[in-house]
């Protein structure tokens, strides 16, 4: 019985290259000369630190930059809400989401289960798995799943016969 998964991941080490990439252009920078404009990556999270909201929405677009450059799609980070640190500066978090959170995965079993496919779908951790009896009907599915509005980037990956 073919299948397929559902995913979302994002490959880090892009990320980590799309950072320093961002970190270099802000070392250079005539309008960052002096001040205090940081990057920095822990995890599964990115710290923006800035002198300013200004200078914040820079980093940001900076970031943004470097990150489609990379093919990094920038839909998988949540950016939280600035907030104050010491010395004058604003920090901002920023958390990359790894994996088909729960309410995304059931919004696609129950989409799939009210276009009334050929087509099981089972949430298996932090992927979904699509299988059916033909191909087509699973070439379908990933159509009806890439037309819902999902803000999360979605990989179609182990695509068996």
Known sequence: MPSFDIISKTDMPEVDNALQGAMREIGTRFDFKGS????????????????DEMKL????????????????????????TPEKAGGNTIRQTVTIQQGVDRETAQKIVKALKAAKMKTQAAIQGDE?????????????????VKGLEIKQPLQYVNFRD
């Not at 191909?135 to 379908?140: E, P, V």
């Open 36 to 51: 205090i404009s940081t990057i920095e990556r822990a995890e599964e999270t990115l710290v923006i630190k800035a002198e």
């Open 57 to 80: 929405k820079q980093v940001q677009e900076l970031l943004r930059g470097h990150m489609a450059k990379r093919k990094v799609d920038t839909g998988a980070f949540e950016f939280g």
């Open 128 to 144: 979904v798995r699509i299988s059916g009896k033909k191909r087509d009907d699973l070439q379908a599915a990933i159509t009806l």
